[in-house]
């Protein structure tokens, strides 16, 4: 009896400390890596990099952290935000909108008075240049996610201009055209998606649209690059992924039975993993090689199997304030190594885009919405969204697995003690009872 008692608590204490040695995924991996990183990179004013950090913003927002608690000498990342906004450009006030949902800003009035300038801009020539199609996919992005309806007149007028300019290999590029891209095919899903919508058109061009992905999916490592027939990348992988969650919900490592989008057992995710830097930062496309800032957050978003609109979130988890950087080094993974490597390619050509200042046109480039040159046949510009720098790596709250460790061992120990005593006072009664 003694013997099955003293069994039994030992396998009660043990339970919980072993649940807790499960190791994280390869993907949440690179995600608490890639936060670490993004952490380290954080300016003494509150900004990553001193840029516009709206993407930034959203990415963490997509991770499940609550990007306010970023906080580095009692300045948040959103506080310097939202006290440097800066709106000179239709993308800029699309992100503006994105981050204030995103935020679960519960303020009525702002968010009707910067959806209606939205579609203010989207209404004038001076602002909303017919060439261009992104501002037009961002745009319905951006209102369904602040809740303007589907029956809306400009989110119906956007939504027939876009769906008009299908190409006809089931693609949508960023400009009339321009040629189909990986990037804005997916992009245009999730508009369409966020529509709810079955008419029979739009569900046409959903599934034409997802065709083009399949078809521009790279053979070797399973990413995409900026269009069909070049090497992968890991923005255009990273807005891809963001399209295939938006179309089928589904995970790649979980729900995608029929492995629809792997390729020699390799699922885009794999790819983007197998190009994390040691630092946590993303690469465009050669590991160790470039740190470029803007592509770790596309990265961090693909991770965090997250598709626009970004839904309401009431639960974010919370960054740890450091002001010291802790030297812990990076988590380490397993992952599947690309069969086929990559080819290193020349850096992408950047062409700029010309303004009309007669007509005091705003520039359509902006920091985080990537624009390609409608004269050029050639690599569209890979813009650098946000540049990079350092290396350490600060301690993202829940990622600690020493202070775990000490709270599971602290609970085992007085299980422990507990339960023996539990045992001492059953063999006290029992001999009391012989007697």
């Known amino acids: 009896m003694k013997k099955l008692i003293l069994t039994i608590a030992i396998i009660i204490c043990l339970l919980p400390f072993k649940a807790h040695g499960e190791e994280l995924s390869p993907r949440q991996t690179a995600i608490q890596n890639a936060l670490k990183y993004l952490q380290s990179q954080q300016q003494d004013n509150g900004s990553i990099k001193n840029k516009d950090n709206a993407w930034a913003i959203l990415a963490i927002t997509a991770a499940g952290y609550d990007p306010s608690t970023m906080i580095k000498t009692d300045k948040s990342l959103v506080d310097y935000y939202l006290n440097n906004l800066n709106i000179k450009t239709i993308g800029d006030q699309e992100k503006y909108l994105m981050v204030l949902s995103a935020l679960n ?8 008075q910067e959806s209606t300038k939205l579609i203010n801009y989207l209404n004038d020539p001076a602002w909303n240049d017919p060439i261009y199609l992104n501002d037009d996919i961002f ?57 709810q919508s079955s008419d029979p058109i739009i569900e046409d061009a959903i599934v034409k649209a997802k065709t083009f992905l399949k078809n521009t999916q790279n053979p070797t490592d399973a990413g995409f690059g900026w269009t069909a027939g070049v090497s992968s990348d890991v923005s255009s992988t990273s807005w891809v992924i963001r399209g295939i969650y938006s179309l089928d919900n589904q995970s790649f490592t ?9 390729v020699n057992d390799l699922s885009p995710i794999d790819y983007l993993i197998n190009l994390q830097n040691d630092d946590g930062s993303f690469p465009y496309q050669i590991k160790n090689t470039e740190d470029t800032f803007g592509f770790t957050l596309d990265a961090l978003f693909a991770l965090s199997e997250k598709s626009f609109p970004l839904p309401k979130n009431d639960d974010l988890k919370s960054f740890i304030k450091t002001e010291t950087i802790p030297t812990d080094p990076i988590i380490k993974t397993e992952i599947k190594p690309i069969i086929e490597t990559i080819k290193e390619t020349p850096a992408p050509i950047i062409y700029p885009v010309t303004i009309d200042e007669t007509n005091i046109i705003p520039q359509k480039e902006t920091s985080e919405f990537k624009i390609l040159s409608p004269t050029i046949d050639k690599q569209p510009k890979k813009e650098e969204k946000l540049e990079n720098k350092s290396k350490p790596k600060p301690q993202v709250k829940g990622t600690s697995t020493k202070n775990n460790k000490l709270t599971y061992l602290s609970i085992f120990l007085a299980a422990i003690i507990l339960i023996i005593g539990q045992i001492f006072n059953l063999i006290k009664i029992r001999k009391t009872n012989n007697k």
């Open 139 to 195: 745009s319905i992005i951006a209102l369904r996610s602040a809740g303007i309806a589907i029956d809306n007149e400009t989110i119906i007028n956007e939504t027939k201009y876009i769906l008009d300019n299908q190409s006809e290999d089931g693609g949508f590029g960023w400009g009339i055209g321009w040629g189909s891209s990986p990037d804005m095919t997916a992009t245009t899903i999730e508009a369409l998606k966020s529509l």
């Open 105 to 112: 800003i519960s303020n009525p009035i702002l968010i009707d």
């Open 254 to 262: 979980l729900n995608d039975t029929e492995k629809y989008w792997y």
